[in-house]
């Protein structure tokens, strides 16, 4: 029985010696040795966390990258495009141009054609009319050189001559 | 509900649980067949010599072998050399009628019948069967009466550095160096990374913190009880295993009551002042059940107060005095045969008990921590 009757002597230094211990080992070891494991837990658990900022940023950036990649393309396939587009209508702009200066020139000429066509029209008339003035005063100049035929013609004339 | 349980954890062994509890109880049942076993062994063939005494041979008597090397000492016996015991003596510290008396346990010159006479600052003291007898004024020699009792002595207060208490304060000093060490290996490095002793430190440490008191007392409160839960972890610890090393004659210390009383009575205080409203609550209103139940639970409650650390007492205490008691009656075998023959047969059991009692000493240490932090995360618990 004296196995489990409790001696007062070692009850008392045990108190002692745990609480004494218990002070001591709180003060100069569990608070460092803690202190320094959740230190160290804090710095790895900032450190994946911080990574996977950097990890994010990263993404980010790529996908920026992506995204100015894209963009760029786009813009050169529309320069490409406006480009065709201005050349297109250039082209067509030049040739409607030309299609107008040409049928104005050809409208020009036409006109000048025919004013030159009337002038000359003119001209051969009036020379016509000369020469067949000339004629008819050289016929009327043969026709009327004996005095019988003179007064025949008036008479005619007169004849011809209706008052009214 | 409990039947259930236990049929899942039957029915799939690859459970941590399931491994794990099966072992332990082969374990525990292994160890209680061979101590059973022993214990008879020992107890008939000490009746037998006692009955036939005197054959001019010194008889060897187990039990009195065990129980003295199982139990506390006033001196640190290392070994018989030539018949003669080699001891350390340690001072005995007595509070007698006449003061603080002291004196070295060498002055009783081994004596532990009570025969050698101590005087000391007017008192006369006698030791017998390891405890301290101060004789009554005028006698000078311990009477015995026909039990075996002292008659004419009292016993004073024993504040005596026993080999228990040596043993411990031993203890104490390799757990402030180890720990010292580690810290300062912490302070050395510049990121917080252990060398060294740390490094070994440091899986213990944080097992205890994230293994025992995270779990049982929770994320928010756990802190407070971490200087608490470590220190009674490696204290019990690091005496179980002193316990076991032979040289130092294993000195039983955690395997002694006082000591478990002591740590289990602390838990108990600290489970008491960190109750809360709701464990007490519990303890003397149940929530949750009819009036009548509530009454019929109250005194059983309260019984669970102090059944709680009574067990965690004498767990620890029982299971490495149980320890000890193994080994020794094992190796009692060669002298209660009386035959070299044996020797290898005890020596191989008793190395098999070593082997599993070195797991013990975690063992032992984990459960007295792991359900302390449980009674106190008990004790904090919120109402939910």
Redesign the interface.
């Known amino acids: 029985m ?14 002692i ?2 609480l ?3 002070f ?3 003060k ?3 608070k ?3 202190g ?2 959740n ?2 837990e804090e ?1 790895i658990k900032d450190a994946l966390a911080s990574a996977e900022k950097a990890r994010q940023e990263m993404e980010n950036l790529t996908a920026d990258n992506e995204r100015i990649l894209q963009e760029a393309r786009a813009e050169r396939e529309s320069m490409l495009k406006d480009a065709r587009e201005m050349k297109n209508k250039m082209i067509a702009d030049a040739k409607d141009e030309a299609q107008a200066q040409a049928s104005k020139m050809i409208e020009q000429a036409q006109v000048a054609i025919e004013s030159e066509k009337k002038a000359a029209m003119a001209e051969l008339k009036n020379h016509v009319a000369g020469l067949s003035i000339d004629i008819a005063e050289k016929v009327v100049r043969k026709e009327l050189s004996n005095k019988n035929s003179q007064e025949k013609l008036v008479e005619e004339m007169l004849g011809e001559a209706t008052l009214n | 509900m409990f039947v259930n349980s236990y049929n899942v954890r039957t029915f799939a062994p690859n459970l941590k649980q399931g491994i794990f509890n099966p072992v332990r109880m082969r374990i525990n049942t292994l160890k209680n067949i061979i101590l059973s076993a022993l214990f008879i062994a020992v107890f008939n063939v000490s009746f037998a010599s006692d009955s036939k005494g005197g054959d001019g041979e010194e008889k060897f008597n187990p039990n009195e072998m065990i ?1 003295h090397h ?3 000492a006033h001196e640190f016996h290392i070994i018989d050399w030539n018949k003669k015991p080699i001891s350390l003596p340690l001072p005995i ?1 007595l509070w007698t009628d006449n003061g603080l008396t002291t004196f070295m346990s060498s002055g009783f010159h081994h004596d532990d019948s009570g025969k050698e006479v101590v005087e000391k600052n007017g008192g006369k003291f006698v030791k017998f ?1 390891e405890k301290i007898y101060q004789l009554n004024d005028g006698e000078t020699v311990a009477v015995f009466n026909d039990k075996h009792e002292l008659t004419n002595a009292v016993k004073p ?6 080999r ?2 040596f043993m ?2 031993v203890s ?1 000093m390799v ?2 160096f180890i ?2 060490s ?2 300062r290996s ?2 050395k490095s510049k ?4 060398s060294g002793i ?1 490094s070994f ?2 899986p213990l ?2 097992f205890v ?1 994230d293994e025992i008191a995270r779990p049982m007392i929770g994320e928010h409160k756990y802190k407070r009880y ?3 839960l ?2 009674v972890f490696f ?1 019990i610890w690091i005496n179980n295993i002193f316990g076991l090393i032979p040289i130092l004659n294993g000195a039983n210390l955690s395997g ?4 478990t ?3 289990a ?2 838990t108990f205080i600290i489970t008491t002042l960190s109750g809360n409203k709701n464990y007490w609550q519990h303890i003397f209103w149940m929530p949750g059940v009819p009036v009548p139940m509530k009454i019929f639970l109250m005194p059983i409650e309260i019984i669970g107060m102090f059944t709680k650390p009574i067990s965690l007492m004498i767990r620890l ?1 029982a299971n490495i ?1 149980a320890g000890h008691i193994i080994i020794l009656a094992l190796m009692s075998l060669i002298f209660i045969f009386k035959s070299v023959a044996i020797a290898p047969v005890s020596v191989a059991f008793s190395l098999f008990i070593t082997v599993i009692e070195i797991v013990v000493t975690a063992i032992q240490a984990y459960i007295f921590t792991i359900l302390s932090a449980l009674y106190f995360g008990m004790a904090t618990e919120e109402a939910h």
């Open positions: 004296e196995l489990v009757n409790p001696g007062f002597g070692l009850v008392f230094w045990t108190a010696t745990f004494i211990l218990l001591i080992l709180r100069f070891a569990w460092p040795i803690l320094a494991v230190d160290r710095g | 129980m199982v139990k506390d510290i069967h207060l024993d504040f005596s550095i026993t228990n208490v411990m304060w104490v757990l402030l720990f010292f580690a810290a912490y302070k990121n917080n990374v252990p740390g430190v440091e440490v944080v913190r971490m200087p608490y470590l220190t204290f002694n009551i006082a000591f009383m002591v740590l009575l602390f205490f005095t």
